[in-house]
T-cell receptor, first 115, second 115 residues
Framework: AQSVTQLDSQVPVFEEAPVELRCNYS??????LFWYVQYPNQGLQLLLK??????LVKGINGFEAEFNKSQTSFHLRKPSVHISDTAEYFC?????????????FGTGTRLTIIP | EADIYQTPRYLVIGTGKKITLECSQT?????MYWYQQDPGMELHLIHY???????EKGDLSSESTVSRIRTEHFPLTLESARPSHTSQYLC??????????????FGAGTRLSVL
């Protein structure tokens, strides 16, 4: 089984400042990793994913994340945030072996951008 | 862009009523999922389906039931709603194979309030 830990439940950041949202996972098998964003009263939208290859992945809206296998982390970063980035961000993991594609989500991090 | 639709978006009903939450996708995805999400909490998988006539219970026990008679349709039913069922319900789907098989696409959700 997999688990995900998002240590920060809320992160306030000034507009145009950089941000990092932390995500750590545990798994006994190889994994795929995802970041989803949820805007108020909306469903989840995929920000970016790590399936294989380069450990630095780029997503939509200027976000990127780095897969670090030794530290079992997949932190999300953006060099300069905007008011429109205010949302809830969820890290998720699934096992990479076929037939076991269920996602396990973290508890989410609420990103608030301060004007 | 994912095409997965949930209706209604908001529902307020009295205790004891039978309700059905609708979820449809136009992408031809084999796999579909229902999640329950309480405010400030992670998503919990309550049902999933890997194809027509296939349904399984998820990690979180739920009194709801699901059916999958058609590939594109995955409704969730509560026979007798109770206040403890108040929550947001999110539907998702993913393709069967290929590099995208672990990527789930979400609907906008149904926010249910049982009085």
């Amino acid at each position: 089984a997999q688990s995900v830990t998002q240590l920060d439940s809320q992160v306030p950041v000034f507009e145009e400042a950089p941000v990092e949202l932390r995500c750590n996972y545990s798994s006994s098998v190889s994994v795929y990793l995802f970041w989803y964003v949820q805007y108020p009263n909306q469903g989840l939208q995929l920000l970016l994913k790590y399936l294989s290859g380069s450990t630095l992945v780029k997503g939509i809206n200027g976000f990127e994340a780095e897969f670090n296998k030794s530290q079992t982390s997949f932190h999300l970063r953006k060099p300069s945030v905007h008011i429109s980035d205010t949302a809830e961000y969820f890290c998720a993991v699934s096992a990479s072996n076929f037939g076991n594609e269920k996602l396990t989500f973290g508890t989410g991090t609420r990103l608030t951008i301060i004007p | 862009e994912a095409d997965i639709y949930q209706t209604p978006r908001y529902l307020v009903i009295g205790t004891g009523k039978k309700i059905t939450l609708e979820c449809s996708q136009t992408m031809g995805h084999d796999k579909m999922y229902w999640y329950q999400q309480d405010p400030g909490m992670e998503l919990h998988l309550i049902h999933y389906s890997y194809g027509v006539n296939s349904t399984e219970k998820g990690d979180l026990s739920s009194e709801s039931t699901v059916s999958r008679i058609r590939t594109e349709h995955f409704p969730l039913t509560l026979e007798s709603a109770r206040p403890s069922h108040t929550s947001q319900y999110l539907c998702a789907s993913s393709p069967h194979g290929g590099s995208a098989k672990n990527i789930q696409y979400f609907g906008a959700g149904t926010r249910l309030s049982v009085l």
